[in-house]
Nanobody, 121 residues
Framework: QVQLVESGGGLVQPGGSLRLSCAASGSIFSINPMGWFRQGPGKTRELVAIITSGGGTNYADSVKDRFTISRDNAKNTVYLQMDSLKPEDTAVYYC???????????????WGQGTQVTVSS
């Protein structure tokens, strides 16, 4: 069974930085793409950033030039470096991955359990 385990959330002051990590484990042939979504208080879940196995990236306009997504394919891990954090970045951040368990298997979507990021002075 595939699991996504996140780490790195917490409380930070405005202008600060945090780095989130998400490691996928289990029966994995390929992961494409991996990414991060977030859900703020009273809001719907939204895309933050995604990255393909080839390194192509896409960001929400609200985080461009402040957040950087990267991945280590050998470790099946995706990272989100968050700089210049703002109070409006406060949310639960969810790791997202589209995983194929075998070369001939179907792709399935997996979610992490979520990690809280709070930006406040």
């Amino acid at each position: 069974q595939v699991q996504l385990v996140e780490s790195g959330g917490g409380l930070v002051q405005p202008g600060g930085s945090l780095r989130l990590s998400c490691a996928a484990s289990g029966s994995i042939f390929s992961i494409n793409p991996m990414g991060w979504f977030r859900q703020g208080p009273g809001k719907t879940r939204e895309l933050v950033a995604i990255i393909t196995s080839g390194g192509g990236t896409n960001y929400a306009d609200s985080v461009k030039d402040r957040f950087t997504i990267s991945r280590d394919n050998a470790k099946n891990t995706v990272y989100l470096q968050m700089d210049s954090l703002k109070p409006e970045d406060t949310a639960v951040y969810y790791c997202h991955a589209v995983i194929r368990a075998t070369s001939e298997g179907y792709e399935n979507v997996y979610w992490g359990q979520g990690t809280q990021v709070t930006v406040s002075s």
